[in-house]
């Protein structure tokens, strides 16, 4: 029996591992639930699945978790703080970062810290500070399995293989709601449009970054941490069917990829289950439904995002970082209607500019960074709505 530790399990990534549990119950177990604000929904997946920890990140609503949680034996905590507290709890094995964003960073350290495995889908830990992450993994053998569909890809390429070089790595992108537009067209899209997105049903932020091509632009910079290639080694195609999920090509030239359908609970499944593949009925891809597979170049002067993130891996330092933070801000000022699409890259790249540049940063510049990187990006939305 697997136990696992769900953080963010109110989310896109967090039911959907939640479903893969259900249907291996024989197989996993959940020890940690936690959630930022969605208590409601906590408190029912509390109730079904009896983990010995929650965890609510809004305080203000601990007494409420608290008292409907009452009459069993789960403990509840509150903030942002105790997150770092239940991955290292003894009852838990893996430890699955559904969470979104920055946030996922200190319990990640923390759980690697205490030789905790990772099913990681916050891909912004690694893009802000895979520096540290990837080398205390190795320092503490801790692996590092990817959820995200590309990386899971990838990896699974990679199944045999560790005697052989990659030359080239290929993710593939969908090419979002704004696939074949120009800037023109993109200038007044709304918050509605962009959350669009064709083929996945998924959080709010990643359906902007997906959007925008950032998506794929921190995609890079997870692939780059995750299997150790430089920014020139990184391919980025646009496949707007998003069957064929990612591609590795060798020194031979032999290019293997890994085909499905769009549903994350197969890559959630198979980092939990690692190394193992365990039986499943989700539908399977038939080349029968579909008449043709196609492949075309991202139109990086459009959506500049990707260009800025191949840009920031390059820098190296805490380019990324600056980018991460500039990011999470522009995207929520959008969601807000503060900004508009295009003005999400000019902010973006502004930070970039202007932020101070570290090139061999600790933890703790990592974190300084992302709060200047915020209140810069902050400054920057408020002069945009004078
Ligand atoms: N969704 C997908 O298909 C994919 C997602 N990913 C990555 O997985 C991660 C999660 O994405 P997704 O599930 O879509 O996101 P969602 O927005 O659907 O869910 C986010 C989860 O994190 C919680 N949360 C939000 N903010 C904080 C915070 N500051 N501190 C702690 N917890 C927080 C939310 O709680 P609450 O519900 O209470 O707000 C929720 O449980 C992201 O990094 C994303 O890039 C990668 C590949 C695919
Ligand atoms: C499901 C998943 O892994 C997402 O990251 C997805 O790839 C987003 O689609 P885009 O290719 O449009 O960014
Ligand atoms: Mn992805």
């Known amino acids: 029996m697997k136990r696992i530790a769900i953080l963010g399990s109110t989310g896109s ?28 929904l906590l408190i029912e997946q509390a109730l079904q699945f009896q983990p010995s920890h929650v965890v609510i990140g809004d305080e203000q609503k601990y007494e409420f978790v608290k008292k409907a949680l009452s009459g069993s034996s789960i403990t509840v905590l509150a903030g942002a703080e105790a997150l770092q507290e239940v991955v290292c709890l003894d009852n838990v094995d893996i430890v699955l970062t559904a ?9 990640t350290v923390k759980a690697i810290k205490s030789g905790k ?69 993109l200038e007044h899209v709304t918050r509605a449009q962009a959350l669009k997105h064709p083929n996945w049903s998924m959080g709010a932020k990643i359906t902007i970054d ?13 692939a780059a941490w995750l299997f150790d290639v430089k920014a020139s080694q990184i391919d980025v195609v646009v496949h707007p069917q998003s069957i064929v ?10 290019i293997k990829a890994q085909l499905g359908l769009p549903d994350m609970k197969l890559p959630i499944q198979f980092a939990l289950g ?44 805490n380019m990324p970082c600056i980018l991460n933070a500039a990011n999470e801000v522009a995207v929520d000022a959008f969601l807000k209607d503060e900004i508009g699409f295009l003005a ?31 209140e810069m990006a902050q400054m920057w939305v408020k002069k945009q709505n004078k």
């Open 13 to 40: 990534i967090g039911t959907q591992a939640l479903d893969v549990v259900l249907q291996h119950s024989a197989a996993f177990s959940v020890s940690v639930l936690t959630a930022q604000s969605n208590a409601d």
């Open 274 to 317: 690692y190394p193992n593949r365990m039986q499943a009925n989700f539908p399977r891809f038939d080349f029968r439904d579909f008449a043709s597979l196609t492949f075309e170049q991202p139109d990086m002067e459009t959506f500049r995002n990707l260009g800025l993130a191949f840009q920031a891996l390059d820098q190296g330092g």
């Open 117 to 185: 495995p990772i099913a990681l889908a916050n891909k912004e830990t690694l893009v802000v500070a895979g520096s540290l992450i990837m080398p205390l993994a190795r320092e503490m053998g801790v692996p590092i399995l990817p959820v995200d569909s590309e990386h899971s890809a990838i990896f699974q390429c990679l199944m045999g293989e560790s005697h052989n070089p990659i030359e080239k790595v290929i993710l593939t992108a969908s090419g979002g709601p704004f696939r074949g537009k120009k800037r023109a067209d």
């Open 344 to 374: 999400m890259s000019d902010l973006l790249a502004d930070c970039m500019a202007k932020g101070t540049f570290l090139l061999n940063p600790s933890l703790e510049d990592y974190i300084t960074t992302d709060k200047l990187t915020r």
């Open 99 to 107: 969470l979104v964003g920055y946030a996922g960073l200190l319990p």
């Open 210 to 222: 997906s959007a925008s091509l950032m998506n794929k632009g921190l995609e890079v910079i997870e």
């Open 245 to 254: 999920h990612s591609l590795v090509q060798f020194e031979d030239g032999s």
